[in-house]
């Protein structure tokens, strides 16, 4: 006999069997209530979830949570009454699944706030194959754009510094996710650790500064030329037992160690450190091994240019004063900085002269050019000037012989340069302008004058041209003031007007500080170091204090060259 009886369906049992979540969800609170099949999905045990929305993020990646939460804001916004996704959650061993969720919106009467209910179920098989399949293929795209992004970025690097800088930025570990990146640089038979970002590098430092015939990683690679990956600490502690302290609370559990290889010769290593990851695909190593190649020439070039730097600082530090007088009845310092581009070498020049009586003699110049002739020739120049004025000439004729032996040199280069006879005792300046900047005076009281020197025409230009020569020009300094002396590249800035870089040099002059280290540090620092500095950049500060007396020197170590954007120390 049939049971007249519809079939009975339990819908606990039928969740339970197929493992299907159920949840409740409101958005007011955050509450976000899971059964205990729910909790089954995310992987979670009842006595580690706090019942709160929030305490899932551990679970769910960063880009599925930003992908989820528009799907929740147009819920909260009224835009929608239900949503339905799949979304990727990461297990407590760090590996993957995939999981869809549905959620209704349930309005209750007299309450204005809604609740949001729903299921969550693991949606692994039904996506093994498509999902899996497009999933990899969205990772494959993600790491062949943040090479590409890393590759340009490393294009743009002009010395070792720019290379470290954008290897061990927030981007950098952001692209490449790994949470930890170390660089390190073959040094005297070491690996010199040049750069390091990302917590999981704090105990692994000490790995790396070992001589290259030690075990260690980076040391390894350098010396195979291939590269080295671990997914297992056992491993990685059975080939490097004696690192067991710095990795026993590291919470990494994969890493890369490559070698940085150009023209056949190693130059250096690079580490990436990963926590959750479990594995390297064929993909995954053969990307690192483009991104390890791509550094290793940026970081080749990047050492070139710095030897060639080193290079140019040594000839620029030769071509310019090594001493300076110590004026007595006042004082006197000077700043010097390179090009931000080309090979950090230029014309500007400066220099200072003790010619008793209390006379210092002082110049400013510029030599046509950025390159190792233009360095060259103002080394010449500057002897030859100091020779003249040593002899007691006069301002007019200093700037008439150099131009003259300027011209026998048959450079085809002119240089501009102003000189000044000052004497501190008096005040007294007699100044003479071959084609130069005017010269600044900052008074006690901290007003600014632009001092208008009669100008004659720039320096090596045939002595017919010159009819007027370089006739002087006299003022007074008064006790107290400050004499400024400077090259264009500490005004000029590309597309704009000059006057307007002379009045910002007026303006920082006159609110500077009183003490003549602090001024110079600040006139230099804050329009020499600016990124667009294309230009070398050389100014000198004399100031009178009004004690008089005689000039003695030379005494006072000159600065040397400064690297791009960085003040010297003064005199």
Same mark, same amino acid.
């Given at each position: 006999m049939t049971d007249p009886r519809p079939p009975h369906v339990d819908p606990v049992e039928a969740m339970t069997a197929t493992g299907l979540g159920c949840f409740e969800w409101d958005p007011a609170t955050g509450?976000?209530?899971? &059964?205990?099949? /729910?909790?089954?999905?995310? &992987?979670?045990?009842? =006595?580690?979830? =706090? *019942?709160?929305?929030? *305490?899932?993020s551990r679970r769910i990646p960063v880009d599925e949570v930003i992908r989820l939460f528009k799907l929740v804001e147009d819920i909260r916004a009224g835009r929608s009454d239900s949503y339905s996704s799949y979304f990727r #959650?990461?297990?407590?061993?760090? +590996?993957?699944?995939?999981?869809?969720?549905? @959620?209704?919106?349930?309005? &209750?009467? /007299?309450?204005?706030?809604?609740?949001?209910? @729903?299921?969550?179920? !693991?949606?692994?098989?039904?996506? +093994?194959?498509?999902?899996?399949?497009l999933m990899a293929e969205d990772d494959r795209q993600r790491q062949e754009s943040a090479l590409r992004e890393v590759a340009q970025a490393l294009g743009e690097a002009l010395t070792v510094d720019d290379v470290v800088t954008v290897l061990t930025g927030d981007q950098s570990m952001r692209r490449l996710g790994a949470q930890g990146i170390t660089l390190g640089v073959v040094d005297q038979g070491r690996v010199?650790?040049? /750069?390091?970002? *990302?917590?999981v590098n704090v105990r692994v430092r000490a790995m790396h500064q070992a001589r290259l015939t030690e075990p260690r990683p980076l040391n390894d690679v350098v010396r195979s030329g291939e590269p080295a990956f671990f997914t297992s600490r056992q491993v990685f502690l059975r080939r490097y037992p004696d690192l067991a302290d710095q990795v026993a609370d590291s919470p990494a559990t994969a890493a890369a160690f490559l070698p940085l290889t150009a023209q056949g010769r190693p130059i250096g290593a690079l580490a990436l450190v990963y926590e959750g990851k479990r594995g390297f695909t064929s993909e995954d190593r053969t990307l690192l091994t483009t991104l390890a190649s791509a550094i290793a020439q940026s970081l080749q070039r990047a050492m070139l240019v710095d030897q060639s730097r080193e290079i140019a600082a040594g000839l620029q530090n030769a071509m310019l004063p090594r001493h300076l007088p110590r004026p007595a009845g006042g004082a006197l310092t000077v700043r010097y900085r390179t090009a931000r581009e080309g090979v950090w070498i230029g014309g500007d020049w400066y220099d200072a002269v003790p010619l008793g009586e209390g006379e210092v003699g002082v110049a400013i110049g510029d030599v046509q050019g950025h390159d190792t002739e233009?360095?060259?020739?103002?080394?010449?120049?500057? #002897?030859?000037?100091?020779a003249y004025a040593a002899e007691g000439h006069s301002s007019t004729e200093v700037l008439r012989r150099a131009s003259a032996f300027l011209a026998e040199l048959r450079a085809d280069r002119f240089a501009t340069c102003l000189y000044a006879r000052v004497s501190l005792a008096t005040g007294l300046v007699r100044a003479a302008n071959a084609g130069h900047l005017p010269p600044l005076v900052r008074h006690a009281d901290g007003t600014v004058d632009r001092i208008e020197v009669a100008t004659g025409l720039p320096l090596g230009l045939p002595a017919a041209w010159l009819p007027d020569g370089y006739p002087p020009t006299g003022f007074t300094l008064a006790p107290g003031d400050t004499l400024l002396l400077y090259s264009d590249g500490l005004v000029e800035r590309p597309g704009e007007d000059l006057e307007l870089g002379l009045a910002r040099l007026a303006a920082l002059l006159a609110g500077g500080?009183? *003490?003549?280290?602090?001024?110079? !540090?600040?006139?230099s620092e804050t329009l020499g170091a600016r990124l667009e500095a294309e230009d070398d950049a050389a100014l000198l500060l004399l100031h009178r204090d009004g004690t008089g007396g005689a000039a003695v020197g030379p005494g006072a170590e000159a600065p040397g060259v400064a690297d791009p954007g960085v003040a010297d120390p003064g005199v």
């Open positions: 509450r976000f209530t899971l &059964d205990e099949c /729910g909790l089954a999905v995310f &992987d979670l045990h009842p =006595d580690e979830y =706090d *019942g709160m929305a929030a *305490g899932l #959650i990461r297990r407590r061993d760090g +590996s993957m699944r995939w999981t869809h969720t549905q @959620g209704q919106v349930v309005r &209750d009467p /007299g309450r204005a706030e809604v609740r949001v209910v @729903g299921v969550v179920r !693991d949606a692994t098989q039904e996506l +093994s194959h498509s999902a899996l399949r010199k650790l040049v /750069g390091a970002v *990302g917590q233009a360095a060259a020739i103002m080394g010449q120049l500057r #002897i030859a000037m100091t500080p009183v *003490g003549l280290e602090e001024l110079a !540090d600040r006139l």
